[in-house]
């Protein structure tokens, strides 16, 4: 199914290099990126990009050669990274960025397994690390020496980008590599989906240096606006005080982002072209209640770093229950246990596939099979799609609870769990079992500081009554368990593995000292 009119674009016809070259040219004293500290224009940027391919090359990086470049969080820091991100772009080199929550053994173990040539590292290096060492504090992008000799662009759009890591809800992160056609092509559909253009000044979920930052930044890039790295706050006063510090005009943010900032006291707000909630499920109810909390604007898409933006929901569309239309240029099917395509609107796997992305994670033929076949990508989830290719989903397809046979959606119930006024957060997960396989347990916040036990804070048996009121009995929870957060990746999606891991350590240590029920 085709959103009707596309057209599948030229992935190998422009760069992200190349859309900075041309900002540059006509747009140059426009702000490309703005922290606390400064800001850079399109003309910063581009000089500074060919300056660094220079830099780079003078120290023997060639095209193709594959560069980690560790990152910090500092502002100094994050701007220089970006500077030498597009100078590695500029180089024809391979990025391997390593982020900030990324501890010391698992970046040299990124570092050996991808076959890094180059570390971007001041100091000595641990023994393990056989990358050869570029100090980054050689690089000055204002030293005009660096332009002679002037250093040739080398990045082709047939050619790997950079190492990027999905978010990894279900498993283990998995890693893309894209060329720079398919990686602008992404980001420049993104941007364009949302009407992004080059006044726009964009804020992401979680600011750079941070996948999702690195996203919203191209995406920004990729239509000449400007990128703000900074903190989208947790209450309505910060995220107002930042837009105007900045001049905001677009946002992205998770349910859970929103949740928060809805749950703090009311605050004067910019009016925003559009605020889009991204990452994992959010209802109609709370969606109503963002735009009248923090904008009418509120757009909801539907994505994955396999393919970008898959779908939008725009404000004033109804169709009750869709994550939103196709965007031009992708399409989709949703397939049955025979792997054959269902009719419209009958729930199958979910697959997707468009000009632009990759075909395989690096390294990982076992995963690239499971979710690469036969030209589409198939993400995990399970859904419809209406003959006006509307996305209807139903949940994730590893995350189903087969109980004794019964297939429950944790999305269900966790929206019914969010219904009781004494939970703050909520997610279902299924917890192994031996006779019925999976036992669905609830994992709720509530509201009131975590300092006593579940039982006496909201009372298990009144919790089973409020959930058999409103859904069938069969699905009501069987563990209810008090935590003082649900962990969630940088996207806001629940990590329910972590919650499953933690809860087993748990219960390990308790059998240990004298068996017990789960309380």
């Known amino acids: 199914m085709t959103q009707p009119g596309t057209r599948q674009p030229d992935v190998n016809a422009d760069t992200i290099v190349e859309a900075l070259t041309r900002y540059a040219a006509s747009t140059p004293?426009?702000?490309?990126?703005?922290?606390?500290?400064?800001?850079?224009?399109?003309?910063?940027?581009?000089?500074?990009?060919?300056?660094?391919?220079?830099?780079?090359?003078?120290?023997?990086?060639?095209?193709g050669d594959i560069v980690a470049l560790p990152l910090d969080s500092s502002s100094a820091s994050a701007r220089r990274a970006i500077e030498v991100l597009y100078a590695i772009a500029h180089a024809g080199a391979v990025a391997l960025p390593l982020f900030p929550e990324v501890p010391l053994a698992a970046r040299i173990e990124l570092i050996d397994r991808y076959g890094a040539h180059w570390l971007l590292a001041s100091g000595a290096l641990p023994a393990a690390i056989t990358a050869r060492a570029i100090d980054p504090r050689g690089f000055d992008p204002a030293d005009p020496r660096l332009d002679t000799p002037a250093a040739a662009r080398a990045d082709r759009g047939d050619a790997a980008f950079a190492y990027l890591f999905t978010s990894g809800t279900t498993g283990a992160p998995k890693v893309l590599l894209p060329t720079h056609g398919q990686f602008h092509a992404n980001s420049r559909a993104a941007a364009l989906s949302i009407g992004m253009d080059a006044s726009d000044r964009q804020l992401a979920a979680v600011p750079w240096p941070s996948g999702v930052g690195l996203r919203y930044l191209f995406r920004a890039h990729a239509v000449g606006a400007a990128f703000v790295a900074a903190p989208l706050g947790e209450t309505r006063a910060e995220l107002a005080a930042t837009l105007a510090r900045f001049g905001v005009t677009r946002i992205s943010a998770s349910p859970w982002q929103v949740r928060r900032l809805l749950q703090s006291p009311p605050?004067?707000?910019?009016?925003?072209r559009s605020a889009h909630v991204i990452g994992a499920s959010i209802s109609e109810a709370e969606i109503e209640a963002a735009r009248a909390g923090l904008t009418p604007n509120i757009y909801v898409g539907y994505g994955c770093n396999e393919l970008g933006a898959v779908t939008l929901l725009a404000p004033g569309v109804?169709?009750?229950?869709?994550?939103?239309?196709?965007?031009?240029?992708?399409?989709?099917?949703?397939?049955?246990?025979?792997?054959?395509?269902?009719?419209?609107?009958?729930?199958?796997?979910?697959?997707?596939?468009?000009?632009?992305?990759?075909?395989?994670y690096a390294g990982n033929p076992a995963a690239t099979r499971e979710r690469f076949r036969d030209g589409w990508f198939y993400p995990g989830d399970a859904g419809s799609i209406d003959a006006q290719g509307h996305v209807f989903l139903r949940g994730r397809t590893q995350e189903i609870i087969n109980y004794g046979g019964l297939k429950i959606w944790p999305e269900d119930i966790e929206a019914v769990l969010k219904l009781h006024p004494d939970v703050l957060?909520?997610?279902?997960?299924?917890?192994?079992?031996?006779?019925?396989?999976?036992?669905p347990a609830a994992f709720l916040v509530p509201r009131t500081p975590l300092d006593q036990s579940l039982g006496a804070q909201l009372g298990e048996?009144?919790?089973?009554?409020?959930?058999?009121?409103?859904?069938?009995?069969?699905?009501?929870?069987?563990?209810?368990?008090?935590?003082?957060?649900?962990?969630?990746?940088?996207?806001?999606?629940i990590m329910r593995g972590a919650l499953i891991e933690a809860y087993q350590r748990t219960q390990d240590a308790l059998r240990g000292a004298a068996p017990r029920r789960p309380a």
């Open 267 to 272: 605050a004067a707000m910019p009016l925003l």
């Open 425 to 439: 957060d909520a997610a279902l997960v299924g917890l192994p079992d031996p006779m019925s396989g999976q036992v």
């Open 29 to 63: 004293g426009h702000p490309a990126y703005l922290d606390a500290g400064r800001a850079l224009s399109y003309a910063d940027l581009a000089r500074s990009a060919r300056r660094g391919a220079a830099w780079l090359a003078r120290h023997g990086v060639r095209p």
């Open 318 to 360: 109804a169709v009750p229950g869709s994550v939103g239309a196709l965007l031009p240029g992708i399409e989709a099917r949703a397939d049955g246990a025979d792997g054959k395509a269902l009719p419209p609107g009958a729930v199958g796997e979910l697959g997707f596939r468009a000009a632009w992305m990759c075909t395989g």
């Open 461 to 493: 048996d009144a919790l089973r009554r409020f959930c058999a009121a409103r859904i069938d009995g069969s699905r009501v929870p069987q563990v209810f368990v008090a935590v003082a957060e649900i962990p969630r990746n940088e996207s806001g999606k």
